[in-house]
């Protein structure tokens, strides 16, 4: 086994003050949103701000249905279902194997529940129970990350990430330091990244529904409409769960608290908030802002996965006919970019897709209070924030070519704007 080697690389996230403080900030920011969707002004602007009474931090349940969920999804993912793909090629020109099952595992977790459902379980408990389960989550994101750091130490150079071995504890700890950790064949990250989480968030969504369903007697149109985009949004990252295998977080990303938090905290408790905010303040929607409304999540929707799609195959297979006839540019790497198609149009179309997709999910929640719109909000940042490191690692890869690409094409995600 070869030593790990320390490197300088350039920090992201604010450096080290960044992974002091996010750590710190962003937990309370989870509590701290989900107290603020049950407020009459649900205001992310409140003081004092409503967390919420220790009392309501922690309950044992909370722990059972935590440790159960992960527990049935990490079976679900050693279940023979599915094929296997394999990754891109590693440093030590190998490739790792990955069970493409996360679709089926969606579709029997969410009979499972619509099952108990059936029996008569209360599901719509889960409003009460967000913010114990957001807490042990929480605990358990720090728990898995200080495992991971401490295990990146018993590994060879060739299985740190690139930028996460700079010999400051602190960063390393919060960028990630093992690329892809994995116990035996089972790979931590990418099980974290599209499973428990993600998975979660749907099942949250739906008792919330279910919430809205005791006090009011049905679903408000408001909720069926975000409950089904984010099925959209879920059910197909999982239906094209191999193309995660190509981006940034598998590739380049270490597995520290900053996946592990996302995955397992952020993502599950923050993205349903819409749905939790109209359990509080419920919405009358027309039938006609309805359809603007899906008519922008179609267009959204049809961005995202059609430019997605576009880059995944011409990856995979440059001579495909959907693609052969696209514009490109060669690159010193043997590599081609595209340059017309949805990558001639603005240089991350799919990011483009996806910010109005998050749009459609806050308009169903009307115009008079922020804190639905929080997720746009929020995204917009995430998105401009990813698309620069992105590029940052672009131009490290393809140089000259990359500079041209960007003068073919000038604009980073808003045609015309951005
Ligand atoms: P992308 O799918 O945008 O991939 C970026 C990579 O694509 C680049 O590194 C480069 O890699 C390749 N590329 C860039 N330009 C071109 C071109 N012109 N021709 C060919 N290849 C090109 O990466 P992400 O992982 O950021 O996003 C994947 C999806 O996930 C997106 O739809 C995004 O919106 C979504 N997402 C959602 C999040 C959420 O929380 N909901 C969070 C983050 C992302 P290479 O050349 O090496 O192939």
């Not at 002091?20 to 409140?46: D, E, H, K, M, N």
């Not at 440790?67 to 049935?72: A, E, K, S």
């Not at 590994?155 to 010999?167: E, K, R």
Request: charged share 15%; with cysteine; aromatic share 14%.
């Amino acid at each position: 086994m070869k030593p790990a080697a320390k490197h300088t690389t350039e920090r992201e996230f604010g450096g080290t003050l960044g992974a002091v403080c996010i750590p710190v900030f962003l937990p309370l920011t989870v509590l701290f949103l989900i107290g603020a969707s049950r407020t009459p002004s649900a205001s992310p602007f409140q003081w004092p701000p409503p967390f919420p009474l220790v009392q309501h931090l922690w309950d044992p349940l909370a722990l059972v249905l935590l440790l159960g969920w992960i527990g049935l999804h990490a079976l679900l993912y050693l279940l023979p279902l599915g094929k296997m793909s394999e990754g891109l090629e590693l440093k030590n020109k190998t490739r790792l194997k990955y069970p493409i099952n996360g679709f089926h595992a969606m579709c029997i977790s969410v009979a499972l529940v619509l099952l108990l459902l059936k029996l008569g379980a209360p599901l719509g408990r889960l409003f009460e129970l967000m913010q114990p389960l957001a807490v042990c989550a929480i605990v358990l994101s720090f728990l898995l990350s200080i495992c991971l750091y401490a295990r990146s130490f018993s590994v060879s150079s060739d299985a740190l990430a690139p930028g996460g071995n700079t010999g400051n504890h602190l960063y390393d700890f919060f960028i990630g330091r093992e690329l892809n950790p994995r116990i035996q064949d089972f790979d931590l990250k990418y099980f974290c990244e599209l499973r428990p989480g993600l998975i979660g968030w749907v099942v949250i969504n739906l008792g919330l529904l279910m919430k809205e369903v005791e006090l009011q007697g049905s679903p408000s149109l408001a909720m069926i409409l975000v409950n089904g985009f984010q099925l959209l949004y879920v059910g197909d990252a999982l239906w094209n769960e191999e193309a995660v295998l190509s981006t940034m977080d598998i590739v380049h990303d270490g597995f520290g608290f900053m996946l592990v938090f996302g995955d397992l905290v952020w993502v599950p408790f923050t993205y349903s908030l819409q749905a939790a905010f109209l359990v509080v303040h419920p919405q009358s929607l027309s039938l006609f802002g309805a359809a603007v409304i899906v008519a922008l999540n179609g267009i959204g929707y049809y961005i995202f996965r059609s430019s997605n799609s576009q880059k995944n195959q011409f990856r995979r297979n440059p001579n495909h006919p959907n693609v052969a006839k696209l514009k490109t540019i060669p690159t010193a790497s043997g590599k081609k970019l595209l340059v017309s198609g949805w990558w001639g149009f603005v240089r991350h179309p799919n990011y483009l897709g996806d910010l109005l997709m998050a749009l459609a999910w806050s308009l169903p929640c009307g115009f008079s209070n922020l804190l639905p719109y929080f997720y746009v909000i929020y995204f917009t940042i995430l998105l401009i924030h990813r698309e620069a490191r992105d590029e940052t690692q672009c131009k490290l890869k393809y140089g000259a070519s990359w500079d041209s690409y960007c003068k073919q094409v000038p604009y980073r995600i808003f045609p015309f704007i951005y």
